[in-house]
């Protein structure tokens, strides 16, 4: 029941994504119960590549608790990360990972690779797959349907038309 309600934060932040015309991915990091970081895409918004919901909601939570271990620490992401973004969950020693939906064309939590593997690096990280996928995956199709269908270039501009 708590996944479900820390899935439903990330889902929130997703739209904020949306709307801003980002790619909708959301995420949330929770530590003994309480909601410490919340983050969404902002690649368009920063011109950053590095901007994705997970790297931000990564640096919010370091912030926060003033240290890079977030080893008590549970990430919910609306959608599988990618390379980048796995390896910076490892690398934040990040305890728990809990995704909406899979990933199959960029997924590296084990759809495209599996950048989580059991023993592979010197943390370990659990993941639970599948909590509100339907949600998380269908905000991401409609995302990706309207840009193809108004033909948009820029993500911004479409966003305007929304």
């Known amino acids: 029941m708590e996944d479900i309600l820390y899935m439903r934060e990330a889902l929130k932040q997703a739209k904020k994504a949306y709307l801003m015309g ?43 608790l003033k240290g890079w271990r977030l080893n008590e620490c549970t990430m919910y992401v609306t959608i599988e990360p990618c390379c980048m973004c796995a390896g910076a969950i490892v690398q934040s020693r990040i305890k728990r990972l809990v995704i909406g939906s899979k990933d199959e064309k960029a997924g590296a939590c084990g759809s ?51």
Request: glycine content about 4%.
């Open 22 to 64: 980002e790619v909708p991915i959301g995420a949330v990091i929770v530590r003994d119960g309480k909601i410490i970081s919340k983050a969404h895409n902002m690649r368009e918004s920063l011109s950053d590549p590095t901007a994705h919901a997970e790297m931000i909601a990564i640096k919010k939570a370091s912030e926060t």
């Open 112 to 162: 495209k690779v599996d950048v989580l593997e059991r023993d592979l690096f010197n943390h370990n990280v659990d993941v639970s797959f599948g909590i509100l996928s339907e949600e998380c995956s269908s905000m991401l199709t409609e995302f990706f349907r309207f840009i193809r269908e108004n033909k948009c270039i820029n993500n911004k501009k479409c966003a305007m038309e929304r």
